[in-house]
């Protein structure tokens, strides 16, 4: 248990108390079950400031809590988050159900209910739901790593808050969070060491999958992670599932990753590791390894970085897919490939996570002027 509140209060330090009153304070975005069969309703707020125009949409940044998946609330959106409400962003942040109330892949179905809410209601929330991005810190930051990576991934998607549109996102800030649960306590290097045993039942990582029970944890099914009896192929398969490595394929879109190297809850090879995997398969990534910082705030000139990330990223010209300045004709070639595809979202400049007729009639505008 001290693990956990260790894992919990650290992943606190990089999220001070709010400041200001949501201008939709606790939406109700869906009404899901526990594991224990009760109903509870999972929320969401969301910012505005005057600069949030009443008839041009704004980009939206989901801010998604830190806590191992166990604490943490929707209410505490960091002041690092809040600052791009002066860039004219929306910011929204989510309410998830923890490990304790549904084990996963609970908490990427609701986070993704709330994106799929936020796009339904875009004219309500004044916002472009074909540029929302999400920001999270730990377990936080693992979810929005598995947002951006799992945009075409079925069983990820859930039907938290009911079906359509798709829960796609088009970039996403990762602070330290884990990327490969079964391995984390391989990745842990002395120094700086490591203040929790991830392999053990008590980990925030076996709780995740519902694997603690005395006897259990996520160090007895990485033994047992090809063994045919249960319930180690069930284990073995959310894991997966949990995983953002997993997904990761050529069509993910940008993600900014900032990891401290002193960091004793989440090992900084977990961020290595997405890094790794992205630029394999020629995505394009950024990754900060910060000297000296632990689990919490990585620092204001890191924190400037990640915002000015988002910006660029959701403010661009989308059509222009090459990001030379021009939609022209290289750009049309790239849009060619993604129509056939149906499900590029790189593609998808009206936010319903397909790439489809719609998208043709936005670029034809775009490719007809060169530009935005």
Known sequence: MRSIVSFT???AVAAPALAQTPTFNDVVYANVLRDD???MPVRLDVYWTSNIAPTSPAPCVVWIHGGGWVGGTHDNVPQMVRTLLTNGFV?????????GEAIFPAQIHDVKGAIRHLKRNAATYRIDPARIGTWGTSAGGHLSALMLTSNNVFEAEGNVGGVGPR?????????????DILNMNLDVTTPPGSNIDHDAPTSPESQLIGFDAPGQGIGVLRANQNNPAAPFPEKMRLVNLANPITHVDPRDLRIFIAHGTADTSVP???????????NAVNTSAQYTP????GHGALGAAVEAAARQFLI????RCLPDLNRDGLVDDADFVRFAFSYNTLFDIRADFNGDGLCDDSDFVIFAAAYESLGC
């Open 312 to 315: 660029d990223e959701l403010t």
């Open 290 to 293: 910060v000297t000296g910082a």
């Open 9 to 11: 209060a650290a992943a």
């Open 167 to 179: 829960a796609t996102i088009r970039a996403a800030v990762d602070f330290f969070g884990p990327t």
């Open 37 to 39: 069969g009760a109903s």
């Open 91 to 99: 910011v929204a942040s989510v309410e998830y159900r923890l490990s």
């Open 268 to 278: 900084i090879k977990q961020s290595q590791r997405l890094f790794d995997a992205m």
